[in-house]
């Protein structure tokens, strides 16, 4: 009989035969390739004013395992540990890169997925290192500034199923994948006619080009096709009928033409979104729909009559958007007892009651019904909800706002403007998530400012009797009390206000007194509208130490926008909107553009003294209006820095001596 091996012979064996053969770390070569990356990157900061968030970054160490590194991801299952993720999304904060440092990753040849998006990157798509690739399944490019044509290297990635390039300045030719998105680039032209070739497309999303021309109707030969996404561009013509073949078509939009009966055939269809292009609803047509949809559109697409009672048995529907249309009739019960998710009904001519029961729903988050001709008391019920957002702006509602509406836990945009509502505005507890709120021209009484929870971010109140403080709103970024018939002296608590304020009006009301040399700490203000009041004094001397109006602005996101992104589905919504006088006319300026107009007005008051040469440090402001004042000595030199103003109004002063050379570029002065 054969003797057992002792437990030092097996130690023995193990050790020589088996730990040689393992790795313990990723392979040395794709280590190197990720740490010359890194100093790639890392030497913008010492060249540029690139800013990058190098957190994630310090765990990539030399001689260290890089499978253990963040961002990274091995096959732990394989003996050599190669590198088969790298999520380097968002990186670089601000600034640019240049394209040429991808070179490093796109020598690990093991790569599967591959994530670049949102990192500032500039220049063409490096070609030369996508044919090492040969395993990559996912590549994401998006949201940065990629510009050229797509790489042919990219298309003999056989693998590759996933490729997103949205939100570059890519032009060029289209290949087979299943997944395409190339949202928002510059494409023009026409669809090309090779597009039938992509015969495994599943999803294609050519959104916000330059397209034009007709549809081709070889659409209709990608068969697998499950989501196609062409809004936004210029095409003509009608819907090819060869879309009747795409049985798997699940979410649609982007369309031309007349909206035809048998779209509501595809039987696998779910989100249908035709809103916003220029489809035409056949009033006269008959719908019979044998798709379950879960998301409709039907926005701007000239409904008229009632609200269409083929709804009705859309039991799965979660979103549905009929604005701006011509729909007329009250709110009908049975789309209050479809318990959706948002209901957009803006823009039409609905009429009569809110039905009780359409509060009495814990899936509603959103809805919407602005400017319309809804009337009545709002419903005690709505406290019963879980409403995120409700806009009845523009309505004939009257009475009292229930009390029951503060108990919405997780409402954070309420907009009841332009009503006839009146009455004490319930309280809200400090702990209340309510972010933008607009209550402005109905009758509201009492000391309102005190009905706010703290985390209040935007705040409308303007034609109405106000009274109270807002110093304890410390997240506040807007503030519009305009037309309140506010007397008394110039408030204390503005400079207490939070130093994140970007938006002040108090235009036209009846404020006395001096302008505080302590505004200057609302260092964040972008907007300070001061007309029409009678503040009298000289202006503060530090009002160009408003770094808000210095800095040009970074972000097209305004507090609105970037805020409804992360809660609702919403591709559009409407914004809360700011008067201001443009050009010498009343203009209203959208939400959405806030980051475009620096502004300060002092117009129409009774300041008097000279005007400070600190005026000069603000470099973004695009309106600077001192009209209608007791100013006196001369235009400053140091207004030729004002390199973004378009407007420049210092009439109806005591002003003497010549117009400074440097504003002969002046638009208006």
Not at 86 to 111: K, M, Y
Not at 224 to 234: A, E, F, G, V, W
Not at 344 to 369: C, K
Not at 386 to 415: C, H, Q, T
Request: proline share 4%; hydrophobic share 35%; with cysteine.
């Amino acid at each position: 009989m054969q003797k057992p091996i002792s437990l030092s012979c097996f130690l023995f064996f193990f050790f020589v035969y088996f730990i040689p053969r393992q790795s313990f770390s990723c392979p040395k070569d794709q280590r190197e390739f990720l740490l010359e990356f890194k100093k790639l990157l890392t030497h913008n900061i010492k060249n540029h004013s690139t800013q990058i968030a190098l957190g994630e970054l310090k765990t990539w160490r030399p001689n260290s395992d890089c499978c253990k590194w963040k961002l990274v991801r091995c096959n732990t299952r394989s003996p050599s540990k190669e590198v088969t993720d790298l999520n380097l999304n968002g990186l670089v904060l601000s600034g640019s890169v240049c394209s040429t440092l991808l070179r490093p990753v796109l020598r690990v040849s093991s790569l599967m997925r591959l994530d670049v998006s949102s990192n500032f990157i500039q220049g063409e798509i490096p070609g030369d290192g996508f044919g090492n690739l040969t395993r990559l399944i996912s590549l994401d490019m998006g949201g940065n500034s990629f510009n050229g044509t797509i790489r042919p290297e990219l298309f003999s990635i056989k693998t590759l199923q996933h490729l997103d390039l949205s939100m570059n300045a890519i032009g060029g030719t289209l290949t087979e994948l299943r997944k395409l998105s190339l949202k928002q680039n510059e494409f023009s032209g026409s669809i090309p006619l090779s597009i039938s070739q992509l015969t495994k497309l599943e999803t294609f999303n050519i959104q916000m080009n330059f397209m034009s021309f007709k549809i081709p109707d070889g659409i209709g030969s990608l068969v697998n096709l499950s989501t196609l996404s062409m809004s936004r561009n210029n095409f003509s013509g009608g819907i090819p009928s060869s879309i009747q073949n795409l049985t798997n078509l699940e979410n649609n939009s982007g369309l031309s033409g007349e909206i035809p009966t048998w779209l509501f055939r595809l039987q696998k269809l779910r989100k249908l979104r035709l809103g916003g292009n220029k489809l035409q609803w056949n009033n006269n047509g008959s719908i019979f729909p044998q798709s379950k949809l879960t998301h409709l559109s039907l926005s701007s697409c000239g409904l008229e009559g009632k609200i269409p009672d083929w709804l009705k048995n859309q039991t799965d529907l979660s979103f549905l958007d009929l604005s701006l249309n011509r729909l007329e009739g009250s709110f009908p019960k049975w789309l209050a007892d479809l318990k959706m998710g948002n209901i957009i009904l803006s823009d039409n001519r609905l009429s009569g009651s809110l039905p009780p029961s359409l509060f009495q729903s814990l899936r509603l988050f959103v809805l919407a019904l602005s400017r319309n001709n809804f009337s009545g008391h709002i419903p005690n019920t709505v406290g019963e909800t879980s409403l995120m957002i409700l806009k009845l702006s523009e309505n004939n509602f009257s009475g009292s706002v229930p009390k029951s509406i503060a108990n919405i836990y997780r409402l954070l945009w309420l907009d009841m403007s332009k009503n006839k509502l009146s009455g004490e505005f319930p309280r809200f507890s400090q702990d209340s998530l309510l972010a933008l709120l607009d209550i402005s021209s109905n009758e509201f009484s009492g000391d309102v400012a005190a009905s706010f929870g703290l985390n209040t971010v935007s705040l409308t109140m303007s034609r109405k009797n106000f009274s109270g403080e807002f110093t304890k709103l410390s997240f506040l970024k807007h503030l519009d009390l305009h037309d309140n018939k506010i007397a008394g002296m110039f408030p204390r608590f503005i400079s207490r206000l939070s130093q994140s304020l970007e938006v002040l009006s108090l235009r036209n009301n009846s404020l006395k007194g001096s302008i505080t040399e302590d505004i200057s700490t609302l260092t964040s203000l972008k907007v300070l509208d001061l007309f029409e009041n009678s503040l009298d004094g000289t202006l503060p001397s530090n009002l160009g130490n408003l770094t808000g109006m210095v800095e040009s602005p970074t972000s097209s996101s305004s507090i609105v926008s970037s805020f409804i992104s992360e809660i609702t589905d919403l591709s559009e919504t409407e914004s809360q909107d700011l008067e201001v006088i443009w050009k010498r006319v009343k203009q209203v300026i959208s939400n959405r553009n806030f980051y475009l107009y620096t502004v300060l007005d002092l117009s129409k008051n009774k300041l008097r003294g000279e005007i400070p040469t600190s005026l000069g440090n603000l470099k973004s402001l695009k309106l600077l209006n001192l009209s209608h004042n007791d100013i006196y000595g001369s235009i400053p030199q140091s207004f030729g820095g004002l390199e973004k103003l378009e407007i420049l109004d210092v009439s109806y002063n005591n002003l003497s001596g010549k117009i400074p050379q440097t504003l002969s570029w002046m638009f208006w002065i």
